[in-house]
């Protein structure tokens, strides 16, 4: 019986070439396709998981904005601005945040001699501030707590950490 399913099968094949071949393509078509968006999802994830990673693992940052109702009884579309005090609150109320830190971004004009070279983003931060968006000094060290107590003026250029 199975001898004969094989042959009245193989007979159809040799009658319909061109069905018999497109009905392949389709088949190794689909199995493509289907290979290759599965190979582009996965490598659109380790993408993605490396850019959060270099990002800062379980990092949570606010951006101040501006109000978009009227809280307390002020009105609609006050800036909301971050303060060493909400930070000691965070502090002292969220038990299982690590490090906190205010972040000020500047872009200074640079110039060299009597000529004006450009910009370049300038970042005041804290010392747990490396640790915590995963970067380490291309050259010289961190900044840390003394810097910051004897209020040095301590530049340093960054990459993000190796994985």
């Known amino acids: 019986m199975l001898i004969e399913i094989i042959l009245e099968a193989w ?5 319909n070439v061109t069905r018999s071949f497109l009905t392949m393509l389709g088949i190794v078509w689909g199995i493509a396709t ?23 693992k379980g990092a949570v940052i606010c951006w101040p ?3 978009s109702e009227q809280p307390g009884g002020q009105r609609a579309g006050k800036k909301v601005v971050l303060e ?3 930070l000691d609150m ?3 109320t969220a038990s299982l945040v690590k490090h906190v830190c205010l972040e000020t971004v500047r872009r200074p004009g640079i ?15 804290c010392p747990e501030y ?17 810097d910051e107590i004897e209020r040095r003026r301590v530049i340093c250029g960054t990459r993000a950490m190796p994985q």
């Open 11 to 15: 007979t159809a094949l040799k009658r």
């Open 34 to 56: 289907v290979t290759l968006l599965i190979a582009y999802g996965n490598s659109f994830r380790s993408v993605l998981v490396h850019g959060f990673d270099a990002f800062g």
């Open 65 to 67: 904005q501006q109000t």
């Open 84 to 86: 060493q005090a909400d």
């Open 90 to 92: 965070v502090k002292q």
């Open 111 to 125: 110039a060299y001699g009597d000529r004006m070279v450009g910009t370049a983003p300038v970042r005041g931060v």
């Open 130 to 146: 490396g640790e915590m968006r995963n970067e380490v000094p291309s050259e010289g060290r961190w900044i840390n707590a003394e």
